[in-house]
Structure formats: structure tokens, C-alpha cells
């Protein structure tokens, strides 16, 4: 047992005003003996000695009835644990916010998340000014540590729901740091969540903040907000299947549609948007835990960076709802021809005249030794007829490495050294390179095609197996490609034809003969062209990030082509962040972390858009399997009775009460005091008639 106000058991001393009282009544009679009188005496003894034993039963009674309603002022208290506390004893109380996207489900009382601040809002009615409050929220969005209740509710009311699926188990171990330092007699944690499964992960970092929480004696408050399981289909993993954008050719896209339900679903609509517009709809049935790809088949009449969305109908949880893409179709493609020898390149120009006529491709053509003078960053791609040697090599792999497409022709003065040397600019070493030369040439096939590759797009009928002309070859170079190299075209002494070799963010194509009709016929046969044309744009399209980017995750972005000027990040909300030119300029790359909102973040200078990239949710937030109650009181193994569930409409302040001092016994110790106050004042009367009686 323990009193919560032991400084009242002072009061105790004031059980002995009744002895004194009594020790002053007593005085010495002087006694006078009268013989006639002996048998009055024997008669009084019994009585007298009966007086006596009521007046000590008086006595006791007055001092216990003192004595009980000082205990009960101190307030008693049975605790599992010998420890010492007073009313007055301060508190250090960690409150955990989940404010992922899963808390946005309504339920019988609003939303989960604003059920819960709700509840954390009440909470704080039980605290005192001077305890030790400290808010968290599982996003790391908010953390404020405050010994103001004011401050708390303010920050708290102010605390919206987020797209951040956030670390659970890092946000623990944060509180559970907090309350090991503290020397506060009150330590605790208060958790408000949806229980969902996705988000407690008893790992090891969640197994260290168990241990923590033992050490600091600290106790557990668990609210459970979460109704029962809700109906919900996510979709998720938007993307282009085709990696060449034209303007006003077909294009393919795809997403996964879940069902994250127990229950089938009929009929469920997936649209796709671009710009804002529905271009494409699909309808699916899913099974039970069923995943399918969805499809969607439009064209694309726009260019410049276009913003897709793959959208469900609405459900009970709508934020994993949407999927986001953004993809750029270039206008016009800025081209660099460098020539050794420009009748070399008079077949490039003629494949490229109807892109360069319609506008869609720009041409600006140049001997390969003014290479080292241009600035690169004025081209997306890049045609070399001739070799990488030289002293503008730096520069040209400084522009593939940042995303710039290179396309590569050995040019006819062009040795097996100068070739091999290519390869090695690429950091990719081909071992012994021949030059192979016949003056009738060699009727090879091609052993074998890549006509998945993006340059293959749309180049053959469907269903339709392709059938490519081999070239006739007066002069060649012959050599194995490492692995790191794709082979597009491969001849059938197994040399590569067409390779793609990638470095940096930038990636080339290679060509094994020039483009003139000495070295070959390929120049007229019918898919030299197409396969100029095609590769051009599937290089100018190399900047296209494959990269997932979740809400809260920080993001990369190439600014090496940026202007060194102050940036502008248009969040989804249209909130903009600003960005100072000398961050541009300091570094290659610039980091963005303010991404909590799901959707497209636009990059501007001044007006002009530079870029632009999405954020999604996690999938694992549309996974709304929760904890039943057992499961959570058996993840949280804490020493004692030191975790402890509250459920909605139960008394908060009585449970924390409880839970902090144990089971208070003053009401007790007040009732036993009443009663023997009813006994003494009945025992007094009776004692006074006896007296009477005797005088």
C-alpha cells in the first residue's frame, strides 16, 4: 500500500488528543471506608469495571476514528509495485499520433484519425501545467515537446492526416528514448492507431522499445479506435509499357488493381486520365485477395510533360484510390550530327528528312573536331559518325552520364583500335576487336533479334512474325560483347549489329558498320530508317524516371541541365517551396523531402517548366488487415500490468488513475470511520447513563 498525499499522515499525531484527554480525567478519589457500605461495593465493582471497559472501548474508538480519516485524506492506495508518490507528482507522458492514410476510414465516430484526436484532446484534460508533454506523429511530421497543455492542443488541432505510411516502430522507439531519461515518478505512452497490420511491425527496433519501456517502468495506454474491416480495392504501379512518345501514335499503359478484401468484386471500374481528361476505362472482377493488370489502350495528343492518373471508384478507403504517372513527349527533338566525313552521314539525313520537314526533329549537323566548342545540353541527342576519341570525350560523357542518347557510326577511316576505344568509354572492355574486310561481301543473317526493344516499336504488323533482310557486308568490326551490353541485332559469328550500352542516366546505341554503301547496303534497306528514327526517339525519351517515389521518401533529381536560377516546387496542393539558385549550383543533384502529398510536384524556373515527377502512396497502406485485441495485448509484452487498452466511452480519467496509483482505498478507510463514529457516539450515551447510575 501506498498514499498518494503522505504528507497529510501528520495528521496522525492528532490520534493522541484522545489519550491525553483521557489521562487528564483520570484523578485520585480519596477514600473514606464506611462499614455499613460493604455490600454497596461488591454490588458496584461489576458495574464500575464494566464503565471502564466501555471508556477504553471509547477511547480506542475515538483514536481509530482519527486515525481513519487521516488515512483516508492520504489517500491509500494498493500498487502491485513498492514505490512512492504524491498527488502532486509529475508526469511525462508520450502521446503517439498515427497519421497515415489508413486513418482517414470513416467510421461510427468520424474518421479514425479525428476520433482520435478527439480523444487525445479529452486526454489532455487530465493532465497538470508543469507535466512533461511530448506529441508524435507516425509521419515525423510533427514533434513538439512541451510542458504548456495549450501548446499541445494547439500543435495537436493543427495536426492533419498525411500520405506518409510512416515507421511505426521508429516513432516508438523515440518516445520510449524520451521517458528513459526522464526522472519523472509518472512515465507513459499513449498510442492512437488503427491497429492495421501494415504499420506494427514487431521488429527489432519495436523489440528495443519493449526493453526501454520495462527499464523505465513505464506504462503502455493503447486506444483502439478501428471498427471492423472494410471493403477496399487499391491499384497501384501505373506505367507506360511502351518507352518511345509520339505524338499521335498509340500508346499502352498499365496498373495493378487489388482487391484487399475478404469478399469478391464485380465490376470494378479502373479509368485512366490525361490532363485531366478520361481517355480510357476498364472493367474487372477480382476475386478475394486477387491482383489483376489492368490495361489501357489510348494515343497521345499532346506534347510537353503530360499527368496520368489510373483511378478506382470510390470505396471506403480513397486515398489508395489513384495511381499517378508523368511522362514527357517531346515537341520537337534537338539532334547533333558530328561527321569525320559528311558523305558518311548523307544517308542519316535522308532517313531523317520527313521528322525534320513535319518539325519534329531538328538537325544541327557539324564536323566531329567541333565537337569540344557546342554545348551539349542544347540537344537531347547526340550522332557521332566517327569515334569518341579525342579531347572532347570528357564532355560527350559528361552528357550521356546526366541522360543525354548517343548514336554511334564508325565512320569508313575508322580502325579496330579506334572501335575497341569506344567500348572503353564506356567502361566496357570487348577484348580483341577485328576489322573484317571482303571485297564481295558477306551475306550474313542476323542469329537473332531483340523485337521487345523499344526500337522495334510498331515497326511490324501484330501476330505477324517479323522478317528482317540480312545486310550484305564488305566491311565490319569483330569482337564479343560483355554481358553489360545489350545486343539488339546480333550477326551469326555472334557479333553485335545494334547494341545499347548504358552509362550514367544516359544510354547509347551502337552500330557495327557506317551508314554508307561501301561498308554495307544496310543504308537502303528498309529498316535502316526506321531504326534511325526510332532509336532517336527512344534516346530523347532516356530521361524518363523509372523510379517509385513513395509520400515521406525523399527524392533525387538530376539538375545538371537546370538553369542556375531560383526553383519553384509546385506541390499537388499547389503550395510551391523555393529553392535558391546556389543550392542549383552546388550540387548535381537536388534533394526534395517535403513530399507528404500524394501526386504530381512541378518543377519551374521563373514560369517555364523544367520537370516534373509523382508521389505515391505506399501500397502497403491499402492492406487494412488489423490486430484483433488479443494480438495487440500479446505484441506489446511489457513487465506487470503495464499495458493497458482503453475503448471508446470508457472512463479515461478512473483507468489512467488506476493505471498510474493503483486501486485508490480512501472511500475505504472514510466508511470504517463513519462507522465507528455511529459506535462511539452509541457507546458515549450508554456510558454516561452507566455514570448517572453511579452517582
Known amino acids: 500500500m501506498v498514499f498518494l498525499n503522505p504528507s497529510i499522515l501528520l495528521g496522525l499525531l ?100 479525428n476520433e482520435s484526436k478527439e480523444n487525445l484532446n479529452n486526454l489532455l484534460n487530465q493532465f497538470n501545467e508543469g507535466d512533461e508533454l511530448h506529441l508524435l506523429t507516425s509521419s515525423g ?115 495493378v488493381v487489388t482487391n ?31 491482383s489483376k ?48 566525313k559528311k558523305n558518311d552521314i548523307a544517308f542519316l539525313k535522308t532517313a531523317l528528312a520527313e521528322a525534320v520537314t513535319s518539325g519534329a526533329i531538328v538537325i544541327n549537323e557539324r564536323p566531329v573536331s567541333q565537337l569540344g566548342s557546342v554545348n551539349l545540353n542544347n540537344f537531347e541527342v547526340v550522332l557521332i559518325c566517327g569515334s569518341t576519341g579525342g579531347n572532347y570525350s570528357n564532355q560527350l560523357k559528361v552528357f550521356v552520364e546526366n541522360g543525354g542518347g548517343l548514336v554511334f557510326f564508325p565512320s569508313t577511316s575508322l580502325d ?25 561481301g558477306f551475306n550474313y543473317d542476323f542469329s537473332s533479334a531483340d523485337y521487345m526493344h523499344p526500337v522495334f516499336t510498331n515497326l511490324f504488323r501484330e501476330n505477324v512474325r517479323p522478317n528482317i533482310d540480312s545486310p550484305i557486308l564488305y566491311r565490319y568490326f569483330k569482337y564479343k560483347a560483355p554481358p553489360s551490353v545489350l545486343q539488339i541485332l ?33 543504308p537502303i534497306s528498309g529498316l535502316f530508317a526506321p531504326l534511325v528514327n ?21 527524392v533525387l533529381l538530376n539538375t545538371s541541365t537546370f538553369p542556375y536560377k531560383n526553383l519553384r516546387v509546385e506541390k499537388p496542393s499547389g503550395v510551391s ?22 501526386g504530381f510536384y512541378n518543377i519551374y524556373s521563373d514560369d517555364k517548366k523544367l520537370d516534373c515527377f509523382v508521389v505515391n502512396i505506399h501500397p502497403s497502406e491499402s492492406n487494412l488487415s488489423k490486430y484483433s485485441t488479443d494480438e495487440i495485448e500479446s505484441l506489446f509484452t511489457l513487465d506487470d500490468n503495464s499495458f493497458v487498452i482503453l475503448n471508446p466511452g470508457d472512463n479515461f480519467a478512473e483507468i489512467i488513475s488506476q493505471a498510474r496509483f493503483g486501486s485508490e482505498l480512501w472511500r475505504l478507510f472514510l466508511i470504517i470511520a463513519l462507522v465507528l463514529a455511529i459506535i462511539e457516539m452509541l457507546l458515549a450515551r450508554n456510558s454516561k447513563k452507566d455514570i448517572a447510575g453511579l452517582e
Open 490 to 522: 546480333t550477326l551469326e559469328d555472334g557479333t553485335p549489329f545494334l547494341a545499347e550500352s548504358r552509362l550514367g542516366n544516359g544510354r547509347a546505341l551502337i552500330y557495327n558498320v557506317p551508314p554508307e554503301l561501301t561498308s554495307s547496303d544496310f
Open 141 to 255: 511530421l510533427v514533434d513538439i515537446a512541451s510542458v504548456n497543455i495549450q501548446n499541445i492542443r494547439e500543435k495537436l488541432n493543427n495536426t492533419g492526416l498525411t500520405g506518409i505510411s510512416g515507421n511505426f516502430s521508429s516513432t516508438f522507439y523515440s518516445g520510449a528514448t524520451e521517458l528513459i531519461k526522464s526522472d519523472n515518478f509518472n512515465k507513459e505512452i499513449y498510442i492512437f492507431t488503427d491497429k492495421q497490420k501494415s504499420e506494427l511491425i514487431n521488429d527489432s527496433l519495436f523489440e528495443k522499445s519493449l526493453r526501454l519501456l520495462n527499464e523505465a517502468k513505464s506504462k503502455v495506454y493503447f486506444l483502439n479506435v478501428a471498427g471492423e474491416q472494410k471493403t477496399n480495392f487499391g491499384i497501384s504501379n501505373l506505367k507506360a509499357n511502351n518507352q518511345i512518345f509520339e505524338q499521335n501514335k498509340p500508346i499502352s499503359f498499365s496498373a
Open 14 to 113: 492528532a490520534s493522541l488528543i484522545p489519550i491525553v484527554i483521557h489521562l487528564l480525567n483520570l484523578r485520585k478519589l480519596n477514600r473514606i471506608e464506611f462499614s455499613t457500605l460493604d455490600f454497596l461495593k461488591e454490588l458496584q465493582k461489576n458495574k464500575i469495571k464494566r464503565i471502564k471497559i466501555k471508556q477504553w472501548i471509547l477511547l480506542l474508538s475515538r483514536v481509530l476514528i482519527i486515525l481513519f480519516i487521516v488515512i483516508s485524506f492520504a489517500r491509500p492506495t494498493l500498487e502491485n509495485a513498492s514505490i512512492a508518490g504524491t498527488s502532486t507528482a509529475k508526469t511525462t507522458s508520450i502521446f503517439l499520433l498515427d497519421d497515415s492514410p489508413s486513418m482517414g476510414i470513416i467510421g461510427n465516430n468520424g474518421s479514425f484519425f
Open 577 to 598: 517551396v523555393y529553392i535558391p539558385a546556389d543550392s542549383v549550383k552546388s550540387s548535381k543533384y537536388l534533394k526534395i523531402s517535403e513530399t507528404g502529398e500524394a
Open 260 to 290: 484487399y478484401s475478404e469478399n469478391p468484386g464485380k465490376n470494378v471500374v479502373a479509368s485512366l486520365f490525361m490532363n485531366g481528361e478520361r481517355v480510357a476505362r476498364q472493367s474487372i472482377d477480382l476475386g478475394p485477395g486477387e
Open 416 to 440: 579496330a583500335a579506334g572501335y575497341s576505344q569506344l567500348y572503353s568509354f564506356f567502361n566496357n572492355n570487348v577484348g580483341n576487336v577485328e576489322l573484317i574486310e571482303n571485297e564481295t
Open 534 to 554: 526510332k532509336g532517336i526517339y527512344y534516346l530523347a525519351n532516356t530521361n524518363q524516371s523509372d523510379t517509385l517515389y513513395f509520400t515521406g521518401g525523399k
Open 293 to 340: 493488370l489492368v490495361n489501357f489502350e489510348t494515343s497521345l495528343k499532346r506534347t510537353g510533360f503530360l499527368e496520368l492518373r489510373a483511378e478506382l471508384e470510390e470505396d471506403f478507403f480513397i486515398a489508395d484510390n489513384v495511381s499517378y504517372l508523368s511522362i514527357f513527349v517531346p515537341e520537337q527533338i534537338n539532334v547533333a550530327i558530328f561527321y569525320e
